[in-house]
């Protein structure tokens, strides 16, 4: 399966900070139909999504054109990870918006679901743009095979269970 992470140097702002791009690319086939892996993604990003201590992040998402992709807090309280741009179910899910960067920096993120003799091969693709932390762009890669480990989880309960 495909996995690749690139960041490149684009410009200098006139302050000396870095405008860099992202480009990751990572492919995962799901031994599950493609209707099973469209819900396991949706639950994945959202109630299912956890942090690496095991904690919920308390994400949301609103599968619609123009919903919004955020970790709710309580009280009012969270942090905007996106907005839904397309959302073709079950095939196609693309989020814009700054995802875990609270900097100047815009990303866009598809979730591709093919099916295949019973299977689906999911691509996810993340791209970005900004003043991005070194950190973070080291980081993405892993993060987003976390994610795409979960759906796998998610969608071989779904397939054993019938839930």
Same mark, same amino acid.
């Given at each position: 399966?495909?996995?690749?992470?690139?960041?490149?140097?684009?410009?200098?702002?006139?302050?000396?900070?870095?405008?860099?791009?992202?480009?990751?690319? *990572?492919?995962?086939?799901?031994?599950?139909?493609?209707?099973?892996? /469209?819900?396991?993604?949706?639950?994945?990003?959202?109630?299912?999504?956890?942090?690496?201590?095991?904690?919920?992040?308390?994400?949301?998402?609103?599968?619609?054109?123009?919903?919004? /992709?955020? =970790?709710?807090?309580? !009280?009012?309280?969270?942090?905007? /990870?996106?907005? +839904?741009?397309?959302? *073709?179910?079950? *095939?196609?899910?693309?989020?814009?918006?700054?995802?875990?960067?609270?900097?100047?920096?815009?990303?866009?993120?598809?979730?591709?679901? +093919?099916?295949?003799?019973?299977?689906?091969?999911?691509?996810?693709?993340?791209?970005?743009?900004?003043?991005? !932390?070194?950190?973070?762009?080291?980081?993405?890669?892993?993060? /987003?095979?976390?994610?795409?480990?979960? +759906?796998?989880?998610?969608?071989? =309960?779904? +397939?054993?269970?019938?839930?």
């Amino acid at each position: 399966m495909k996995n690749e992470a690139n960041s490149s140097v684009q410009m200098l702002t006139p302050e000396g900070k870095t405008i860099q791009t992202l480009d990751v690319v *990572k492919e995962t086939l799901i031994e599950a139909p493609l209707s099973i892996t /469209w819900e396991s993604v949706i639950e994945e990003i959202g109630s299912a999504a956890m942090m690496p201590n095991g904690q919920s992040m308390s994400m949301k998402l609103e599968p619609w054109p123009g919903g919004r /992709w955020y =970790r709710d807090l309580g !009280d009012n309280v969270g942090h905007l /990870w996106g907005h +839904v741009q397309v959302i *073709k179910p079950p *095939k196609l899910l693309e989020i814009a918006g700054p995802l875990f960067m609270s900097y100047p920096a815009i990303s866009h993120v598809q979730y591709r679901l +093919v099916e295949a003799d019973g299977k689906t091969r999911l691509t996810l693709t993340h791209r970005a743009i900004g003043l991005i !932390d070194p950190e973070h762009a080291k980081g993405v890669h892993g993060g /987003w095979q976390k994610i795409l480990d979960g +759906v796998a989880e998610i969608a071989k =309960r779904r +397939v054993k269970t019938g839930k």
